[in-house]
């Protein structure tokens, strides 16, 4: 399993297709860590809104394991519910 990190400016249906993968982990902790402490300034200093990390199986064609999203809160990145108006869709990062 990989975890991949990707960030939006945006949860609107609309604008969701602009999730950038920016980067993978082996272990979800590695890659909540990465996100909580705004590594590298993921944020791009409060560009990006939004943080999801995803959870891959190897394989061809996989599905998204258990999304975490994170929503910026002034200097950093808080855990958020999943949007309710993103439920209907899956694989952010790999679509």
Excluded: Q
Excluded at 24 to 40: F, G, H, M, R
Excluded at 56 to 63: H, N, S, V
């Amino acid at each position: 399993m990989i975890y991949i990190v990707g960030l939006c400016t945006s949860i609107d249906v609309k604008d969701i297709s602009e999730v950038e993968g920016v980067g993978w982990y082996s272990t979800l902790e590695k890659a909540k860590k990465c996100v909580e402490e705004n590594k590298y300034n993921l944020s791009d200093d409060g560009f990006y809104k939004y943080a999801v990390i995803e959870g891959y199986a190897e394989g061809l064609y996989p599905f998204s394991v258990n999304p975490l999203w994170y929503r910026w809160n002034k200097d950093h990145f808080e855990p958020m519910e999943y949007p309710d108006n993103l439920s209907h869709i899956s694989n952010f990062i790999l679509g």
